[in-house]
């Protein structure tokens, strides 16, 4: 069965700063990938996923990912953070054939002023 | 393009209770999935309905069920409530089975 771990249920960066979320999955095959954003009291919103083609993802807000199949990982990056990303990032994968949807346990980002 | 809507947003019922949560989801969508959100365990999977059938189940006990309608609307139930289904309860939906799924904002039971 597949799984997704996310390292580090909560990260913290200034301003301007680098953001990186890290997901690595466990699947028999490559999964469909996807990072989803929340804000406190809201649902889940998209912000990029991978299906295939090509392995680097840009999604909305500035953000990206690489799928990289050799280290079963896909890192969600960002070259300067914002106030405004501060939420909580979900990394999830679905199975291409049963399209069976596993959740990462979630990272919370803060951003210091 | 209205999004997904859930209703209601809040909910406060009893131990022993049952609820009914409702999810509309985006025009022209036809699958619906359902999560429970919780501190403790996380996102996890409910069930999946596509064309008014239940595609796909998670690892929930039978007091949690639901249904889909020929609207795509779809409800979801939970008989004799128990302390530990105090979540946010979320609902997406997507075109179809294989597509991006969107998220509504959820509704958030707490079971005293």
Redesign the interface.
């Known amino acids: 069965a597949q799984s997704v771990t996310q390292l580090g249920s909560h990260v913290s960066v200034s301003e301007g700063a680098l953001v990186l979320l890290r997901c690595n999955y466990s699947s028999s095959v490559p999964p469909y990938l996807?990072w989803?954003v929340q804000y406190p009291?809201?649902?889940?919103?998209?912000l990029l996923?991978y299906t295939t083609g090509a392995t680097l993802v840009k999604g909305i807000n500035g953000f990206e990912a690489e799928f990289k199949k050799s280290e079963t990982s896909f890192h969600l990056t960002k070259p300067s953070a914002h106030m405004s990303d501060a939420a909580e990032y979900?990394c999830a994968v679905s199975d291409r054939a049963?399209?069976?949807?596993?959740?990462?346990?979630?990272t919370r980002l803060t951003v210091k002023p | 393009k209205a999004g997904v809507t859930q209703t209601p947003r809040y909910l406060i019922k009893t131990r022993g209770q049952q609820v009914t949560l409702s999810c509309s989801p985006i025009s022209g969508h036809r699958s619906v999935s359902w999560y429970q959100q919780t501190p403790g365990q996380g996102l996890q999977f409910l069930f999946e309905y596509f064309s008014e059938t239940q595609r796909n189940k998670g690892n929930f006990p039978g007091r949690f069920s639901g249904r889909q309608f020929s609207n795509s609307r779809s409800e979801m139930n939970v008989s004799t409530l128990e302390l530990g289904d105090s979540a946010l309860y979320l609902c997406a939906s997507s075109r179809d089975r294989k597509e991006t799924q969107y998220f509504g904002p959820g509704t958030r039971l707490l079971v005293l």
């Open positions: 996807f989803y009291n809201q649902g889940l919103q998209l996923k979900f049963t399209d069976d949807m596993r959740f990462g346990a979630g």
